[in-house]
C-alpha cells in the first residue's frame, strides 16, 4: 500500500467516523471515549497512534460544524458545564477514569 493509498484509507476511516458520531450526536451528548471504541470495533488493526490519529481529525471537523461544543460530563449521564481545546490533554479519547468525568461533544 502505498503511502496516497493509506492516507485515502484513513481519510476514509475519519469519514466515517465523523458520520458515526454525527448520528450519536443527533440523540444526545457523545463522549470522545466513543470515538475510540468506534475504531476498536470497525478498526481493530489500526495501531494506537492511528486511531488517536484519526479520532483526533474526526473531532476538529465535528468542531468546525456551527453549534457543536466541548462539554464536561460525568457518568453516567450529568453534564458537568463548558470545556475547550484546552481540556483537550492525552487521554481525551481514554476510558472514562475512576473520577467518572469526561470529555464530549454537544449540540445545545
Do not use: H
Amino acid at each position: 500500500m502505498t503511502d496516497d493509498t493509506a492516507d485515502d484509507a484513513l481519510d476514509d476511516t475519519v469519514d466515517a467516523l465523523v458520520q458515526e458520531m454525527s448520528d450519536l450526536l443527533d440523540v444526545g451528548p457523545v463522549g470522545l471515549y466513543e470515538f475510540r471504541w468506534d475504531l476498536n470495533s470497525v478498526q481493530p488493526a489500526l495501531t494506537e497512534s492511528k486511531k488517536l490519529a484519526v479520532a483526533r481529525r474526526a473531532l476538529d471537523r465535528m468542531l468546525a460544524q456551527p453549534g457543536t461544543v466541548l462539554i464536561w460530563c460525568r457518568w453516567p449521564d450529568t453534564t458537568l458545564g463548558p470545556a475547550d481545546r484546552g481540556d483537550l490533554g492525552p487521554d481525551a479519547f481514554a476510558d472514562i477514569p475512576p473520577d467518572g468525568r469526561y470529555l464530549a461533544l454537544d449540540r445545545p
